[in-house]
């Protein structure tokens, strides 16, 4: 009876210890994300080539963080304005978003292909966190996954007041691109 | 965002001027108003070339910058994990001239390169995206070797994902290259 019990158990933990394994999860710590605003006065763009991501395949399960000071300008003059006086990077020195991939069971992660994929959950900048819905392309490609997708985020959503001296070269929409390629953990 | 202080000492300066010449206009002093409109021309003039190239100034190659703290990985990674906000005070920002173990070298898709330091026993490293032109110093760099690099500290990433916790340099650039 001892001896059943005892196999049950080493059973059940072999199986828990295979689902908590990493198998199913893709990541990255080089991933990219990128922000742009347009004004008619100036363009400006900054890129962070540092993003840690992480996607469960199994759950859709979708985290990326970023952190600010990470971020690349052409002109040191805008990264420091940017780090000091928008981003608060001392502050809040960490993006993040958590969310789901709300079609994951239309991707197929296991074969060659692009596929469309929704994506819903919270991205938290300068402290606040606000939910977000977008969509983007999961491109599968010998066992590696990339991420590309487009959103759009309003600057004045996450408490980011610009002064007025610069209101108009900073637009009040930026674009941020995401583009992350995930290996298997 | 501060302005230079060079900046704002021209525009002191060129108040200055500008009340003067006003006072010699006033006056009716006439040999001082044309020097004193020069150095006002001159002053704009300095002020317009200075404000160019500060707002033009790209970020600095880090390999001719002074470091403003000189560390070790195992030391770096140790005060971030004892506490991450402390740990942000002192490094958050500032040019970091660090010391340690290649764990490996990493070249994206888009071929950036990334030096991980730290030991292989432990999740933690350091991360040092390197700057693009020292791109082929990177290249060259060996898994087991050790090294001298200096970068820029963007904080730390706390192992929330289960893929280990990191602190993350930027624009680095190669000091030492050891065997």
């Known amino acids: ?185 | 965002m501060s302005i230079p202080f060079s900046l704002k000492l021209t525009a002191a300066v060129v108040i200055v001027f500008v009340i003067l010449l006003i006072i010699a206009i006033l006056r009716k002093r006439k040999r001082y108003i044309l020097p004193l409109t020069a150095l006002v021309i001159l002053g704009i003039l300095f002020g317009i070339w200075k404000g160019l190239r500060e707002y033009n100034r790209t970020n600095e190659d880090l390999s001719h910058v002074k470091a403003d703290v000189k560390i070790s990985t195992t030391e770096l990674i140790h005060d971030y994990e004892a506490n991450d906000s402390l740990a942000n005070q002192n490094y958050l920002g500032k040019v970091i001239e660090i010391n340690g173990n290649i764990k490996k070298v990493e070249r994206d898709e888009k071929g950036f390169y990334t030096v991980v330091l730290g030991d292989t026993v432990t999740h933690s490293s350091v991360r040092c995206a390197m700057d693009t032109v020292h791109n082929a110093d990177a290249a060259v760099l060996r898994a087991g070797s050790s090294t001298i690099l200096r970068g820029a500290c963007t904080g730390f990433n706390k192992d929330e994902m289960g893929l280990g916790s990191d602190v993350i340099l930027n624009r680095c650039a190669i000091i030492i290259k050891k065997d």
Do not use: W
Request: proline share 2%.
């Open chain 1, 1 to 185: 009876m001892m001896k059943k019990a005892n196999i049950v158990l080493g059973g059940l933990l072999l199986l828990a210890s295979l689902a908590g394994s990493a198998q199913g999860k893709f990541y990255t710590k080089t991933g990219r994300i990128s922000f742009f605003s347009s004004t008619p006065l100036e363009d400006i763009d900054a890129i962070n080539r540092s993003v840690v991501g992480v996607l469960d395949t199994k759950t859709g399960d979708l985290q990326f963080a970023a952190l600010m000071k990470g971020f690349e300008f052409r002109k040191a003059l805008m990264q420091e304005h940017f780090n000091a006086d928008y981003a608060e990077s001392t502050k809040y020195p960490k993006a993040e978003f958590k969310g789901q991939i709300t079609n994951n069971g239309e991707i197929n992660y296991t074969t060659n292909g692009s596929f469309a994929a929704k994506v819903k959950g919270k991205l938290t900048i300068h402290g606040v966190t606000r939910d977000i819905e977008t969509s983007g392309t999961i491109t599968v490609k010998d066992g590696k996954l990339t991420l590309a997708s487009t959103f759009n985020v309003l600057v004045a959503d996450y408490n980011i007041t610009i002064e007025k001296l610069y209101r108009d070269n900073i637009a009040k929409t930026i674009k941020v691109t995401v583009d992350c390629t995930l290996s298997p953990l």
